[in-house]
T-cell receptor, first 113, second 114 residues
Framework: AQSVTQLGSHVSVSEGALVLLRCNYS??????LFWYVQYPNQGLQLLLKYTTGATLVKGINGFEAEFKKSETSFHLTKPSAHMSDAAEYFCAVWDTGRRALTFGSGTRLQVQP | DAGVIQSPRHEVTEMGQEVTLRCKPISGHNSLFWYRQTMMRGLELLIY????????DSGMPEDRFSAKMPNASFSTLKIQPSEPRDSAVYFC????????????FGQGTRLTVV
């Protein structure tokens, strides 16, 4: 079974600073990886996904993530944080056994003015 | 398309009562998922359907939980009898069948059992 681990349940950055949210995966087959964002009292919205091909994936709202097989990582970054980025972020992997997405525990991003 | 539609958005019920949560997936999607979100356990997959057929219900916590998908445009998650520990946000999501396809989530139903 595939799984993901998100390091850091809370991350706080200043407005304009780099955002780095960490995700490591465990998979015996090439993984399909996803990042979702959840705003308060909302459902999850897809930010970006990696399936095959280019390892640097660009998503919405200026976010991007790089698939690094050697590090089993899929960290989410954004060069400059905006107040509107404050939300909870979930890394997910397609579980080929269960044939559904398995989510990490989430990272809550705070953006300080 | 209006996206995945869940109802109600909020539900408060007394322990022992039956609760039914509803979901309308995106038209054309043939996979439907029910997830539960709690502070303690995060996002858990409860059950999912492909082409209206339940494929994996291993995440359903107890026999008190049941889910149905009578047609491609409607699904229900029922809890009978409800207990305070069932309090959570329940999400429905839909997708096209196949690995690597993203799931689209509804806005969730916040269930409180008192």
């Amino acid at each position: 079974a595939q799984s993901v681990t998100q390091l850091g349940s809370h991350v706080s950055v200043s407005e304009g600073a780099l955002v780095l949210l960490r995700c490591n995966y465990s998979s015996s087959v090439p993984p399909y990886l996803f990042w979702y964002v959840q705003y308060p009292n909302q459902g999850l919205q897809l930010l970006l996904k990696y399936t095959t091909g280019a390892t640097l994936v660009k998503g919405i709202n200026g976010f991007e993530a790089e698939f690094k097989k050697s590090e089993t990582s899929f960290h989410l970054t954004k060069p400059s944080a905006h107040m509107s980025d404050a939300a909870e972020y979930f890394c997910a992997v397609w579980d080929t056994g269960r044939r559904a997405l398995t989510f990490g525990s989430g990272t809550r991003l705070q953006v300080q003015p | 398309d209006a996206g995945v539609i869940q109802s109600p958005r909020h539900e408060v019920t007394e322990m022992g009562q039956e609760v039914t949560l509803r979901c309308k997936p995106i038209s054309g999607h043939n996979s439907l998922f029910w997830y539960r979100q709690t502070m303690m356990r995060g996002l858990e997959l409860l059950i999912y359907f492909n082409n209206n057929v339940p494929i994996d219900d291993s995440g359903m916590p107890e026999d008190r939980f049941s889910a149905k998908m009578p047609n491609a445009s409607f699904s229900t998650l029922k809890i009978q009898p409800s207990e305070p520990r069932d309090s959570a946000v329940y999400f429905c999501a839909s997708s096209l069948k196949g690995q690597g396809t993203e799931a689209f989530f509804g806005q969730g139903t916040r269930l409180t059992v008192v």
